[in-house]
T-cell receptor, first 116, second 113 residues
């Protein structure tokens, strides 16, 4: 079945630094990838949708200059949290959708970001 | 725009008892419906989905959900739960022709021995 690899699973960084999270589709071409943020004991909040080769579409209230999304190939999307602050600490999850096959979304295993 | 409501934030049940996790949605157009399960500090795993056809869909681990268009519901059921079913369950909806998947608030299922 479809597999999405997300890396790293956990990262601790200092306030003011940037962190990059990778999301790879291992056995299919992901024309569309999604980035979600999940607060403790809360649901998933869609941050942005990215299509390969084009700019990401951000949801209302999400700062595009802070959360940089790149989807340069059909198998890789990255989320970079720039100038991270403690309030950016959260669980980030990516999801990928193939243009073929049944209508499905495959999720990565998530990244726990802690900004100190 | 579509929305999803999971009425119960927590559902505690005893092992081997039946369980129902409720999900209602609202949408002005036809939708696809999904249930996902999340274990601690992990991503989401697809449990089952309704795209079209039979309104009753089943998963390989004994869960089932029924799409009820008139009641705009997609409740998840299992006749006999196990300790290993303890997790967070999310209902999600996507409108036909749209890319976005919108999630409900989640229901924490706790199985007591």
């Amino acid at each position: 079945g479809a597999v999405v690899s997300q890396h790293p699973s956990r990262v601790i960084c200092k306030s003011g630094t940037s962190v990059k999270i990778e999301c790879r589709s291992l056995d299919f071409q992901a024309t569309t990838m999604f980035w979600y943020r999940q607060f403790p004991k809360k649901s998933l909040m869609l941050m942005a949708t990215s299509n390969e080769g084009s700019k990401a579409t951000y949801e209302q209230g999400v700062e595009k200059d802070k959360f940089l999304i790149n989807h340069a190939s059909l198998t890789l999307s990255t989320l970079t949290v720039t100038s991270a602050h403690p309030e950016d600490s959260s669980f980030y999850i990516c999801s990928a959708r193939s243009a073929q096959g049944d209508y499905g979304y495959t999720f990565g295993s998530g990244t726990r970001l802690t900004v100190v | 725009a579509q929305s999803v409501t999971q009425l119960d934030s927590q559902v505690p049940v005893f092992e081997e008892a039946p369980v129902e996790l409720r999900c209602n949605y609202s949408s002005s157009v036809s939708v696809y419906l999904f249930w996902y399960v999340q274990y601690p500090n992990q991503g989401l795993q697809l449990l089952l989905k309704y795209l079209s056809g039979s309104t009753l869909v089943e998963s390989i681990n004994g869960f089932e959900a029924e799409f009820n268009k008139s009641q705009t519901s997609f409740h998840l059921r299992k006749p006999s739960v196990h300790i290993s079913d303890t997790a967070e369950y999310f209902c999600a909806v996507s409108q036909w022709g749209a890319q976005k998947l919108v999630f409900g608030q989640g229901t924490r299922l706790t199985i007591n021995p």
